[in-house]
């Protein structure tokens, strides 16, 4: 069965500057989803940024970035330019893209808080 | 992106009553609907899978006659707490997805109280 790590209860930063957050996993599968969701006090979950295993290329959504490293089976979240409203727990997540397979397996979450 | 409305959003009820809460797709079909829980501080947790028209399949350790779960058509799936307890008194969450390759969108939460 696949699992996910987040190593990092809490993390906080500065507004404005840059903070990464940890994600390892563990899985045999080749093809898979990796997400970050995020859970601001409203509790509302929300997708921050996903990435496709079999692309190499690390995705990017605005101020949010990844680096995925396959073979190492981590997925660290990048915040470039923290604000206030990235307050929140994330979560991170995988799902398998074996056909049938549905449900996303989370980590414990990270709750980041931003300092202004 | 997609709209998941879940209803309703807090409910107090007395023990030994039962609750329903109300999962909807708004703008898309949802052939697969999830229910977590999320207990304070921690990350969500798994109860059921369900696929439009089929039974529920209910993670180990969740007791399907306690949490029945339906999905009668591919906007609406519930969740059923019956003879509720203080102890399942939590935060449920539900997430729905269309097909493929689809992304699931979460609804709001509700927050479950049983006094």
């Known amino acids: 069965a696949q699992t996910v790590t987040q190593s990092q209860p809490e993390m906080s930063v500065q507004e404005a500057e840059t903070v990464t957050l940890s994600c390892t996993y563990d899985?045999?599968?080749?093809?898979?989803?990796l997400f970050w969701y995020k859970q601001p006090p409203s509790r509302q979950m929300i997708l921050v940024i996903r990435q496709e295993a079999y692309k190499q290329q690390n995705a990017t959504e605005n101020r949010f970035s990844v680096n995925f490293q396959k073979a190492a089976k981590s997925f660290s979240l990048k915040i470039s330019d923290s604000q206030l409203g990235d307050a929140a727990m994330y979560f991170c997540?995988?799902?398998?893209?074996?056909?049938?397979?549905?449900?996303?397996?989370f980590g414990q979450g990270t709750r980041l808080t931003i300092n202004p | 992106g997609a709209v998941v409305s879940q209803h309703p959003s807090w409910v107090i009820c007395k023990s030994g009553t039962s609750v329903k809460i109300e999962c909807r797709s708004l703008?898309?079909?949802?052939?697969?609907m999830f229910w977590y829980r999320q207990f304070p501080k921690q990350s969500l947790m798994l109860m059921a899978t369900s696929n439009e028209g089929s039974k529920a399949t209910y993670e180990q350790g969740v007791e399907k006659d306690k949490f029945l779960i339906n999905h009668a058509s591919l906007t609406l799936s519930t969740l059923t707490v019956t003879s509720a307890h203080p102890e399942d008194s939590s935060f449920y969450i539900c997430?729905?997805?269309?097909?493929?390759?689809?992304?699931?969108?979460f609804g709001q939460g509700t927050r479950l109280t049983v006094v």
């Open positions: 997540a995988y799902r398998s893209r074996i056909q049938g397979a549905q449900k996303l397996v």
């Open positions: 703008d898309f079909q949802a052939t697969t």
């Open positions: 899985t045999s599968e080749s093809d898979y989803y």
């Open positions: 997430s729905a997805r269309g097909g493929g390759s689809g992304e699931a969108f």
